[in-house]
Nanobody, 127 residues
Framework: QVQLVESGGGLVQAGGSLRLSCAAS????????MGWFRQAPGKEREFVGA????????YYADSVKGRFTISRDNARNTVYLQMNSLKPEDTAVYYC????????????????????WGQGTQVTVSS
């Protein structure tokens, strides 16, 4: 049984920073890419970024590039999302997800390629 548990959300002022964590269990974590997505009220879930299984490659949505950084610690089965220079439009519930395919060569942005999701953590950025 795969489980993903996010933590680290909260309320922050615009320009501030937060770091989200996602702890995984139930699968050989180091074999799978991980993704971060977010969903704002009334909007569809959108891709934020992803990191390859070995942590050597990342890919980001244009809206967060240069402000957000994804990293992972395979020894701790944990992936992180460091969010800097936060804007009110970053307000959303943030989800981590694990790729359904092991050792995928190319990072993907579509939710359908991820088969397990965390419960989500709320990030609210005040102006």
């Amino acid at each position: 049984q795969v489980q993903l548990v996010e933590s680290g959300g909260g309320l922050v002022q615009a320009g501030g920073s937060l770091r989200l964590s996602c702890a995984a269990s139930g699968r050989t974590f180091s074999n799978y890419a991980m993704g971060w997505f977010r969903q704002a009220p009334g909007k569809e879930r959108e891709f934020v970024g992803a990191i390859k299984a070995n942590g050597r490659s990342t890919y980001y949505a244009d809206s967060v590039k240069g402000r957000f950084t994804i990293s992972r610690d395979n020894a701790r089965n944990t992936v992180y999302l460091q969010m800097n220079s936060l804007k009110p439009e970053d307000t959303a519930v943030y989800y981590c997800a694990i790729d359904r395919a092991a050792l995928r060569m190319v990072l993907t942005t579509t939710p359908e390629t991820y088969d397990y999701w965390g419960q989500g953590t709320q990030v609210t950025v005040s102006s």
